[in-house]
């Protein structure tokens, strides 16, 4: 078993940043991808981010790529999404997500295990 638990979100004004960290614990070494997807109220849970544990290659969603860059660090069973540049459209609550690859990053059943969630919201 795996549990994930987030942290980081918060009230940030447009144009500003956030850090949100995924820290992992249990039987984390079976895990070869963590994600980070986000949701908004009446939206589907849509890809945000993801990297693998091994070579530490990243994929990112479109709508996010240049202004948020995924992380990880080893030896603290942490996975890190630096957030900047953020937009009101930003506002969701960020899950982090871990599991096997299988059916490739962007794919929500390839993963395993969920965390709660943290609330990111950005206003105008």
């Known amino acids: 078993q795996v549990r994930l638990i987030e942290s980081g979100g918060g009230l940030v004004q447009a144009g500003g940043s956030l850090t949100l960290s995924c820290a992992a614990s249990?039987?984390?070494?079976?895990?070869?991808?963590t994600g980070w997807f986000r949701q908004a109220p009446g939206k589907e849970r849509e890809f945000v981010a993801a990297?693998?544990?091994?070579?530490?290659?990243?994929n990112y969603a479109d709508s996010v790529k240049g202004r948020f860059t995924i992380s990880r660090d080893s030896a603290k069973s942490t996975v890190y999404l630096r957030m900047n540049s953020l937009k009101p459209e930003d506002t969701a609550l960020y899950y982090c997500?871990?599991?096997?690859?299988?059916?490739?990053?962007?794919?929500?059943?390839?993963?395993?295990?969920w965390g709660q969630g943290t609330q990111v919201t950005v206003s105008s």
């Open positions: 990297i693998t544990w091994n070579f530490g290659n990243t």
């Open positions: 249990g039987r984390t070494f079976g895990n070869s991808v």
């Open positions: 997500a871990a599991g096997q690859y299988g059916l490739g990053p962007r794919n929500t059943n390839s993963y395993d295990y």
